[in-house]
């Protein structure tokens, strides 16, 4: 699958990433991961942290997946309204949830923050504006079921909006305990970390088939190679739909842009993250060198050369929509701009736990649009399940929920 195309803004701010070889013989461990991406590499943090013997490959290299196509927004809020996971799965099933992305975001900040290159983490207040009137109802009614379960939001009408930033919108809700960060420095720091605790990492080694041997794992490889193990990890991202289709992951593609640098930001409150309660939504934040990541216009289908005929129009207008916000950033232009696969599900929740005719293996797919926050949730509930056989939340998120 060609996961993504057009110019990645983050390989340029990381000019010499850490660069790990290609497996070129057999060997064993307790622990396999396959795939180097955000899913992969925050999984080895824990395991590698809990003292066990792990190895990760990844056909690619590493963080060159789904995890550089990555805006690098954190938000708790989801794709799928609280309002509508109460009413899906329940007050009790909902709420818990949004509370595990709550404190996921923190987590990656306490990760982060342990780390010995800094993936630019930093707190950032969200702002979900309502883009047509007949959304301010449902609006505020999130506002009520947040409110009711203590998250940290705030109803804003018109005026109040236009007080903070350059445009005025019907409704929004403001919210702190969400932050940005850059993908792509996340999983080489969290990889440099494992490493250096003694995590073998073999880059450009893809993972053909394996088999169950008595109780022992066989992975072999495209070169030929096998490792042998006790549990595996797939951590395979949007991939993983050719590996075992599941009727409830929906692949699609999306857009996203990076302008030029800017000498300042004026009508943009904090500097926050911005995005809409339109499907698909626009959405964006600013960097550490002050450029403006924008993304959206999502289309439904994921085959590879539609979607690239559509990048060179879609950056266009995403730039578009974003100078309307901001008239009084002027000149705005843009830098780089990218087309690539994107996954969710239909029920809004990720896909982490074991599945059917895979005996020892976990899968962790943080598929939705928050999907690092997602994956985060995952990793914890994944080593967990591998190092103690059982997480008191992997019920709400596993493959069989209802
Ligand atoms: C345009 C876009 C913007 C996004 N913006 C945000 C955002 O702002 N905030 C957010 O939270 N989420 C965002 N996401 C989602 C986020 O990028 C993903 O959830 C995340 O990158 C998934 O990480 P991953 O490790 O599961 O997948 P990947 O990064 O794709 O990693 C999987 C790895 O597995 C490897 N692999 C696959 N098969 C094999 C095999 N057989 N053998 C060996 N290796 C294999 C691949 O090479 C790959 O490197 C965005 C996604 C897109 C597409």
């Not at 088939?209 to 991202?237: M, P, Q, S, V, W």
């Not at 289709?245 to 943009?268: C, D, E, H, I, M």
């Not at 926050?373 to 929920?401: P, S, Y």
Request: charged share 20%; with cysteine.
């Amino acid at each position: 699958m060609n996961l993504k195309t057009g110019s990645l803004f983050w390989f340029d701010t990381l000019p010499s990433p850490f660069v790990y070889p290609k497996l070129t013989k057999d060997i064993q461990c307790d622990v396999l991961i396959i795939g180097g991406g955000e899913a992969g590499s925050l999984c080895s943090f824990y395991l590698v942290n809990s003292g066990v013997d792990t190895v990760m490959v990844d056909k690619r290299k590493v963080a060159h997946g789904s995890s550089c196509a990555n805006t690098g927004l954190l938000h708790f809020a989801n794709d799928k309204s609280l309002t509508s996971m109460i009413n899906t799965f329940g007050e009790d099933r909902g709420a818990r949830f949004y509370w595990m992305c709550k404190q996921a975001v923190e987590e990656l900040q306490h990760i982060t923050s342990q780390l010995e290159f800094s993936p630019d983490y930093i707190q950032r207040p969200s702002l979900y504006f309502a883009s047509q009137p007949g959304d301010v109802q449902c609006l505020q009614i999130e506002y009520e079921w947040l409110s009711k379960y203590g998250f940290p939001v705030t109803f804003l009408q018109p005026d109040e909006i236009a007080e903070r930033y350059s445009f005025s919108k019907p409704a929004a809700l403001y919210s702190e305990g969400n932050a940005e960060f850059n993908p792509f420095k996340l999983v080489h720091s969290l990889l440099q970390h494992a490493h250096r605790k003694g995590m073998r990492i073999y880059a450009e080694t893809e993972i053909t088939h394996h088999i169950l041997e008595g109780d022992t794992l066989l992975f072999f490889t495209a070169e030929g190679n096998y490792i042998r193990c006790k549990k595996a990890i797939f951590a395979t991202g949007y991939e993983t739909q050719q590996i075992k289709r599941n009727k409830n992951a929906v692949l699609s593609s999306s857009y996203a842009l990076v302008t030029q640098q800017l000498p300042s930001f004026t009508g943009w409150h904090e500097r926050s993250l911005v995005w809409e309660t339109a499907r698909p939504y626009l959405y964006l934040r600013t960097t550490v060198d002050n450029r403006i990541v924008a993304g959206g216009l999502d289309i439904t289908s994921y085959d590879e050369q539609e979607r690239d005929s559509h990048l060179q129009h879609k950056a266009k207008l995403l730039l578009q929509q974003v100078q309307d916000l901001f008239p009084s950033i002027p000149d705005m232009r843009i830098e780089y701009s990218w087309a690539a696969t994107f996954g969710e599900t239909h029920d809004g929740l990720p896909l982490i736990g074991t599945q059917p005719d895979f005996p020892q293996c976990y899968f962790l797919l943080g598929y939705g649009g928050n999907g690092t926050v997602l994956t985060m949730v995952g990793a914890q509930i994944i080593h967990d399940l591998v190092v103690k056989g059982f997480h008191t939340d992997a019920h709400l998120v596993d493959f069989a929920r209802v």
